[in-house]
């Protein structure tokens, strides 16, 4: 099947990054959110983070205005996802909320339309069997932020059609971006291999064994890594990966556990980049 419209469900950061993403490499985009001040607000950040590409010389004039004009918002995810060839949902981590929100969503789709999770951990098949037509159904975990980001992790879950998945396959070659198939599993690959990383390094903080900047700088210098677990957690939110690592916990074993320090941190407030403080202190986006 061949993919040209694409339904954004959800107008965080995820979700936001891969409608512009996907504006960008052609394909005509509608998103939405909880409410309509949410959806609207969410289509002007995208449309800013388009004007500050340019601005940076990411991104050129004429692609910039080819991308806002294929950008649209809608009511609610009935009407988003109407006529959309695939229906992509980048909602909070929580699987309540994406089997509802995709129930929602695909309730008026078209016969034959690929429906996607952004999940970074939950199980797809969980996802699927409240689903009309399952086999439709995938993971496409995308990796903050999604416009510098090459990987996006499909995930297929049992019933998964080989052809839905060879669809997916071609979206994100479209994107410019390099997929990894990736069976339905607790914390698929990237997520169970980055959040043991980052909960180790959390407990070595927690253990005074170094400071925040020295262990980012351990794994950036000793082993190529572009940023360190503790960075990564903070542009990632602490909160998002308590959440993943709960998860893994429950599904794969005590190895999984969170630190008390990342619990504290959130309790507090402290949740990376987003609110300002995490590991380290941001401002504007950036650590100061």
Known sequence: MEITSIAVIGTGTMGRGIAQVAAQSGFTVVVCDVDQATTVAGLVK???????AVERGKLDAETRAA?????????????????????????????????????SATAGARPGALVASNTSSLSIAAIAERLPDPARVLGMHFFNPVPAMKLVELVHHAGTAPDALAAARSVVERMGKTAIVVRDAPGFA???????????????????????????????????????????????????????????????????QPP??????????????????GFYRWQDGKRS
């Open 46 to 52: 995208i449309r800013s983070s388009l004007d500050r």
């Open 67 to 103: 991308a806002n004009a294929r950008l649209s918002s809608a009511p609610d995810p009935v009407q988003a996802a109407a006529r959309a060839d695939l229906i992509l949902e980048a909602v909070p981590e929580q699987l309540e909320l994406k089997q509802r929100t995709l129930a």
């Open 190 to 256: 990237s997520s169970r291999l980055g959040i043991a990383l980052g909960m180790e390094a959390i407990r070595m903080l927690e253990e005074e064994i170094a400071s925040a900047a020295d262990i980012d700088t351990a794994m950036r210098l000793g082993y190529g890594h572009p940023m360190g677990p503790l960075e990564l957690t903070d542009l990632v939110g602490l909160d998002v990966r308590l959440a993943i690592a709960d998860h893994l916990a429950a599904r794969l074993g005590p190895r999984f």
């Open 260 to 277: 008390e320090l990342l619990r504290r941190k959130v309790a507090a407030g402290d949740l990376g980049q987003k609110s300002g403080r």
